[in-house]
């Protein structure tokens, strides 16, 4: 199974703040990669495919790069909605698999 | 809009069993592979499993492979997730996700969730 580690496990942002998440995987994944936003109680939302292809409908704040191996989510600008659980999730290979998740939390 | 709506979820002791579901709208159901995720209490995503968009083909977890079978209703455009010799470690809330048509998989949309306890 690919393994997938994100760090920080977690980060303290004040708005306004650009923040960057870092999701690195076992093996090779060339871009099968995606990023997820997580609050409590409600569903998780995909923010990112394809390593670096922003949903429709999600702020051009967030950008995804990286290939191979390295990933990085980047938000430009934290903003008050912004604070949540990030995921990323690796769809090279089955079983699809999730990094143990980044908590943004307000400074 | 899409909708995905999941039911069944409740407290069960170990060793026994559990189905759950998901309505789906908005979408051509039939079209589109589906999987359930669940989140352990503390705990971050586990993909648990997959079904092609017309039920031929599924995917399993190891740690629910043999106790868990995915299966899906097109007709009724409902997908199900049956839980046999569940332990306290399925204990979870458990979300139904849609793949996305992109050849690459991502799941596009998903529940609210279905919170499973397993406990005696």
């Known amino acids: 199974d690919i393994q997938m580690t994100q760090s920080p496990s977690s980060l303290s942002a004040s708005v306004g703040d650009r923040v960057t998440i870092t999701c690195r995987a076992s093996?090779?994944?060339?871009?099968?990669l995606n990023w997820y936003q997580h609050k409590p109680g409600k569903a998780p939302k995909l923010l990112i495919f394809a390593a670096s292809s922003l949903q429709s409908g999600v702020p051009s704040r967030f950008s995804g790069r990286g290939s191979g191996t390295d990933f990085t989510l980047t938000l430009s600008s934290v903003q008050a909605e912004d604070f949540a659980t990030y995921y990323c999730q690796q769809s090279y290979s089955n079983p699809w698999t999730f990094g143990q998740g980044t908590q943004v939390e307000i400074k | 809009e899409v909708r995905l709506l999941e039911s069944g979820g409740g407290l069960v002791q170990p060793g026994e069993s559990l189905r759950v579901s998901c309505g789906a709208s908005g979408f051509t159901f039939s079209g589109y592979g589906m999987s359930w995720v669940r989140q352990a209490p503390g705990k971050g995503l586990e993909w648990v499993s997959a079904i092609s968009g017309g039920g031929g083909g599924t995917y399993y977890a190891d740690s629910v492979k043999g106790r868990f079978t995915i299966s899906r209703d097109n007709s009724n455009n409902t997908l199900y997730l049956q839980m046999n010799s569940l332990r306290a470690d399925d204990t979870a809330v458990y979300y139904c996700?849609?793949?996305?048509?992109?050849?690459?998989?991502?799941?596009?949309?998903w529940g609210q969730g279905t919170l499973v306890t397993v406990s005696s």
């Open positions: 996700a849609k793949e996305s048509s992109m050849v690459q998989t991502s799941f596009d949309f």
């Open positions: 093996q090779s994944i060339s871009n099968y």
